[in-house]
């Protein structure tokens, strides 16, 4: 089956300019990416501030294009103008700062912004809208000004404004990194659910390595490049390597390892609270 | 004070105006404005007063509200209401002292004055209350269509108001917080002289100005991200439908004007 992404040796300069508009210089953002990502999936981009993982997000949307290399959405090349339009349909992307993506003074009239500009016609939008308010528990504040939300269910709204564009996949660009423990939790649980329930491709770039234990593959960068990539049991079994990059594995992810090295048989890759005391559990009683 | 400024926010209710066609409602606003131009007696501030009370009542927006609108413009109400009160000249001195001098004609003025400008600011921030930015914005472009064939960018120009309609609570409440960070630094906005006040707001003016230019960047990569293109080929989530019941204001609109124009013209006072 052909990748619904498919990266090769992506690379994105930004060049730096003095004032007069000279270029003083190139930063690598993107270095030789190579990403797949099969249709239905759920990926994680891990990385810390500055690894380029911002970057990437904005080629899926063709919001930048590749200097060099190609990346393909669905089939077609963001590097071409023509084909920007259908790929934002078909990729969606939600931003950190819930504040800045809401355009509206309403929730519904926001949801429906993109619809919108897609030309939908107005009955179908009405079904759209509440039928993606609904698939992120927002429905009841549907009427209400964003302004008096919280931050995770402004974020939750942004999330439906692109459902409701009936997207493939949906990008998410650090949609926690300004939210509470509360909201980060909902917003997270929503994209799960979006991802099983109505298998929509999901990508999620973060710095939070909680998120992502319910991916299918991550993806690690770091100054530009994909330095680790494996099922997140994999890459978390590797917290020093993690650290290198500036991430930090979970915290229970690292009491196991602790617990491993003081030469208790307990497995490195453990990712779930749950399991961690389970497995205690088992020791304690001898069954380990 | 700040905090105070309504137009541009939305109060959510449901009743008869909010449910209006936004551009009965425009235009409504606007015939009112003008229609507060067109006497100079006290029966019509009478009629205008009546007026709007009801039009207050049947759009169930607390009365509060819609009077908060006034709080920012105090000064600029007072100033002209000073103006108005000293330089009018007329042949009824009430009070002469130096180069001061207060006519009855002078006093009048100066009260209607300040009533004509208090009645239109609460008219039209009680139409920014019933109607949503998004629908005010679309009865603009739509009322303003005509102006394409001009080369005017309607639609254009409707989305920005729109957006900055949308970010006024925002930036205020940014506004504030930038205020209280340089307060808790030890920055003084209260004492000097004017001069000195307006060198003092540029540690709040700067931040405030750097994050909306980032928020605009933000907001018009998310508003790319959905595919916007301008108003070309885009569909409408509510379009605008004229109703019935939007005849029916515009014929009460009418009838209120006429009402207004007669009562100028044949009552005494």
């Given at each position: 089956m052909k990748p619904f992404i498919n990266a090769k040796g992506l690379v994105h300069?930004?060049?730096?300019?003095?004032?007069?508009?000279?270029?003083?210089?190139?930063?690598?953002?993107?270095?030789?990416?190579?990403?797949?990502?099969?249709?239905?999936?759920?990926?994680a981009v891990l990385g810390a501030n500055g690894s380029g993982k911002s970057t990437f997000a904005k080629h899926l949307n063709a919001l930048l294009v590749p200097?060099?290399?190609?990346?393909?959405?669905?089939?077609?090349?963001?590097?071409?103008?023509?084909?920007?339009?259908?790929?934002?349909?078909?990729?969606?992307?939600?931003?950190?700062?819930?504040?800045?993506?809401?355009?509206?003074?309403?929730?519904?009239?926001?949801?429906?912004?993109?619809?919108?500009?897609?030309?939908?016609?107005?009955?179908?939008?009405?079904?759209?809208?509440?039928?993606?308010?609904?698939?992120?528990?927002?429905?009841?504040?549907?009427?209400?000004?964003?302004?008096?939300?919280?931050?995770?269910?402004?974020?939750?709204?942004?999330?439906?404004?692109?459902?409701?564009?009936?997207?493939?996949?949906?990008?998410?660009?650090?949609?926690?990194?300004?939210?509470?423990?509360?909201?980060?939790?909902?917003?997270?649980?929503?994209?799960?659910?979006?991802?099983?329930?109505?298998?929509?491709?999901?990508?999620?770039?973060?710095?939070?390595?909680?998120?992502?234990?319910g991916a299918d593959y991550v993806y690690v960068m770091s100054e530009g490049q994909v330095k680790m990539k494996g099922t997140p049991r994999q890459v978390f079994a590797r917290s020093e390597e993690l650290a290198k990059y500036r991430l930090m594995v979970p915290e229970v992810t690292k009491i196991a390892l602790g617990l491993s090295k003081k030469g208790i048989n307990i497995p490195k890759d453990i990712l779930y609270p749950e399991e961690l005391t389970d497995i205690l559990l088992k020791i304690k009683s001898g069954v380990l | 004070m700040i905090r105070d400024i309504t137009i541009g926010q939305y109060y959510a209710t449901e009743s008869i105006i909010h449910k209006l066609d936004p551009r009965v409602k425009v235009v409504c606003t606007f015939a009112y404005i003008i229609s507060l131009f067109c006497f100079n007696q006290l029966s019509g501030y009478i009629i205008a007063a009546l007026f709007f009370w009801c039009i207050t009542k049947l759009s169930k927006v607390p009365f509060k509200f819609i009077v908060r609108g006034i709080k920012p413009i105090l000064f600029m109400l007072v100033f002209?209401?000073?103006?108005?009160?000293?330089?009018?000249?007329?042949?009824?001195?009430?009070?002469?002292?130096?180069?001061?001098?207060?006519?009855a004609e002078g006093v009048k003025r100066t009260i209607f004055m300040a009533l004509r400008l208090v009645f239109l600011i609460i008219g039209s921030s009680l139409m920014t209350l019933a109607t949503t930015p998004n629908q005010l914005t679309d009865a603009i472009e739509k009322l303003l269509r005509p102006l394409n064939k001009l080369k005017v960018p309607v639609h254009e120009v409707a989305m920005m108001m729109s957006i900055a309609l949308r970010f006024i609570p925002i930036l205020v409440e940014e506004t504030d917080k930038i205020m209280k960070a340089q307060l808790a630094r030890g920055?003084?906005?209260?004492?000097?002289?004017?001069?000195?006040?307006?060198?003092?707001?540029?540690?709040?003016?700067?931040?405030?100005?750097?994050?909306?230019?980032?928020?605009?960047?933000?907001?018009?990569?998310?508003?790319?991200?959905?595919?916007?293109?301008?108003g070309e080929g885009r569909t409408k989530m509510k379009p605008l439908k004229y109703k019935k019941q939007d005849i029916i204001a515009y014929l009460i609109m009418l009838l209120y004007i006429t009402v207004i124009i007669i009562a100028g013209k044949y009552l005494p006072f």
């Open positions: 300069e930004y060049s730096r300019r003095d004032e007069e508009g000279n270029v003083t210089g190139i930063n690598r953002a993107l270095d030789g990416i190579d990403i797949e990502v099969k249709a239905g999936g759920f990926i200097t060099e290399g190609t990346l393909y959405v669905d089939g077609m090349d963001t590097s071409e103008q023509k084909n920007n339009l259908p790929i934002r349909r078909t990729a969606g992307m939600v931003f950190q700062n819930p504040d800045n993506q809401i355009i509206s003074n309403v929730v519904e009239e926001d949801v429906g912004f993109g619809p919108e500009n897609m030309g939908v016609p107005t009955e179908e939008i009405w079904r759209r809208v509440e039928e993606s308010l609904k698939s992120v528990g927002m429905y009841e504040y549907r009427k209400d000004s964003p302004n008096h939300l919280s931050g995770g269910q402004k974020q939750r709204i942004a999330i439906a404004g692109i459902m409701a564009m009936k997207p493939k996949c949906i990008v998410l660009d650090e949609p926690t990194a300004m939210l509470d423990p509360s909201g980060r939790k909902a917003v997270i649980k929503t994209v799960k659910e979006l991802n099983k329930k109505e298998n929509i491709t999901i990508i999620l770039i973060t710095h939070y390595m909680e998120e992502v234990t | 002209t209401a000073l103006l108005n009160l000293f330089w009018t000249s007329g042949e009824h001195i009430l009070i002469k002292y130096g180069v001061i001098t207060i006519t920055a003084d906005f209260e004492s000097g002289n004017i001069f000195h006040r307006i060198k003092s707001m540029a540690p709040i003016i700067i931040p405030l100005f750097v994050s909306a230019a980032r928020r605009a960047t933000d907001l018009a990569l998310a508003m790319d991200a959905r595919c916007y293109n301008g």
